[in-house]
């Protein structure tokens, strides 16, 4: 990066830094107990898991733009700056709150799988799951979706160009950004994967086969080309022009399945989000093919049934009632959920305060109820962020919140020649077959089997909870199959524990999917804790950090943000 250019970078730093600094105060409303000291800012606020991406949203808010711009810019922005999730090959869903009309809609830019995809494309010749392919081919990336997203988002909602919003990602492309900690770090831990491919090792591992060192300038210059190319020609690039080119010529030398009608076919669309109400809180979420917000609400309709801030945050007595819950919701999404557009999904009748009712009559309240079916050997893997979540609120009442992802860390590693572009591995959230988990231990049905032009079923959360039709609180994550769990935890402890929104997140958080029939507790919680829960028959797992929640809070007019502690270089910044 030229030196005019750091320069620059440095300057918006600490204007911004200085702006945080004077404009410290106490969170009110949260909490007549938290004694958190938090900053609040007046005009807007964004929230992601890269701190370079957060001053592009924010530079784009105080230049005139919306939240929906400033998204915008941020969603292309982290392709660049935070590969190992932000991109163009991937896809994702992004909850947008209008605050003119005061209605939400929700974007579902979720890959599909190509047309020629097979129920049992994954399958060997003894009929077990192949999970190198699976995971790590050609065949294990759906069609992309989040050209078409970004660009329907900012045409319907958005005030800028799509130049406009582009220009910082480019930039960053073009001209490189320093390398962090965290960057290298991810990168060594996906090298094996991605050192397959000429591109990806082009891109990142050009050091002899090692990643940059931190400090480094990083500089993706067929990347800045396809960027360039959407800056044109708008999504069309990606679908019907020079990138579906490239992609289609990839697929063919390779074998793989994305053919010129997969993409030119791809659409990007606006769904009703999924609401509910929670102790007199609107809960607007991701509606199928996202299994998140359904559950998200199910669960709180079951949890508003117990007077939670009595039991005592992360109590054994409320992780009981905590997991029981978590355990009915994710025995529900094995069977109901999937492609909507495929077959129907009871979403109704999974959000309705009468089928909580039932399900709450299920809970033991002394004893965990053992979950069966339990298969053995189906590793959940330490909840990473291989997805990333981001928050952005305006001045104008509009809130996106968006998670996006590749599905793993550089999703299948291989990126596609001359572009730049990291390809998702998002086929192996389809059930490759009937009750063999996914890389996160889910298992799935009929509902979610492979089949073409189909969306694989989500956990992403998207979610924005509004009082007296306000906003209150936006928050998603990453985190895999630990999503819902994660966004679930962080909206209660907000309502029910009167945490600060930096408390709610860094609180610690416990996790369970059903199958498996474990608790998985974070390392920091409490030492304590395992006696009591054992007691109650759980067998209890320690595990390092879920989740990585990225959130914007409201009170009294003020934004309040903030980015996951568990995992460094986020940025929660206002003006
Ligand atoms: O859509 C999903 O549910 C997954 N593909 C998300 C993957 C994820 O969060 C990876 N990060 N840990």
Known sequence: MPADSILKHVVVFCLVLSVALTSARAEPGYSSKSTAESVSFRNGMVVSEEQIATLVGLSVLK???????????????????????????????????????????????????????????????????????????????????????????????????????????????????????????????????????????????????????????????????????????????????????KITAYMKKEGGLITERDLASYEALIREPVTGNYRGYSIHSMPPPSSGGVHLIQMLNILERYPLSR??????????????????????????????????????????????????????????????????????????????????????????????????????????????????????????????????????????????????LSSMTPTIVFKDEKLFLATGSPGGSRIITSVLQVILNVIDHKMSIREATAAPRIHHQWLPDTLYVERKAEKDLEAGLRKKGYEVKRTGPMGSTQSVARISGLFYGATDPRHPGGLAQGY
């Open 63 to 245: 230049e005139g733009g919306n939240a929906v711009d400033a998204a915008v810019a941020v969603g292309f922005a982290l392709a660049v700056t935070h590969p190992r999730a932000g991109n163009l090959g991937g896809g994702g869903f992004m909850l947008v709150h209008l605050g003119e009309t005061g209605r939400t809609v929700a974007i579902d830019y979720r890959e599909k799988a190509p047309l020629k995809a097979t129920r049992n494309m994954f399958l060997d010749e003894n009929g077990e799951v192949d999970m190198e392919r699976a995971r790590h081919s050609v065949y294990s990336s759906g069609v992309p979706g989040t050209a078409a997203g970004l660009s329907l988002a900012l045409e319907k909602y958005g005030t800028m160009p799509l130049e406009k919003v582009l220009a910082p990602a480019i930039r960053l492309a073009e001209e490189g950004f320093a390398v962090t900690p965290e960057l290298r770090k991810s990168l060594l831990g996906a090298k094996g994967r991605m050192k397959k491919s000429s591109e990806s090792t082009e891109v990142f591992f050009k050091n002899n086969g090692e990643p940059p060192r931190e400090g480094e300038i990083l500089r993706q210059k067929n990347l800045a080309w396809s960027l360039k190319e959407i800056s044109k020609n708008g999504s069309g690039a990606f679908y019907r022009g020079a990138i579906a080119k």
């Open 311 to 456: 039991y005592g945050h992360n109590s054994a007595r409320y992780i009981h009632i905590l997991s029981e819950t978590m355990k009915l919701a994710y025995a529900d999404r094995s069977k109901y959920l999937g492609d909507p557009d495929f077959s129907p999904v009871p979403t109704e009748h999974l959000i309705s305060k009468q089928y909580a009712k039932r399900l709450a009559n299920r809970i033991n309240p002394q004893k965990a109820t053992p979950s069966r079916y339990v298969k053995p050997g189906s590793p959940v893997p330490v909840g990473g962020t291989d997805t990333t979540h981001f928050t952005v609120a305006d001045r104008f009442g509009n809130v996106v919140s968006n998670t996006y992802t590749l599905n793993f860390a550089y999703g299948s590693g291989l990126a596609v020649p001359g572009t730049g572009i990291l390809l998702n591995n998002e086929m192996d959230d389809f059930s490759a077959k009937p009750g063999v988990p996914n890389a996160y231990g889910l298992i799935g049905g009929e509902k979610n089997s492979i089949g073409p032009g189909k969306r694989m």
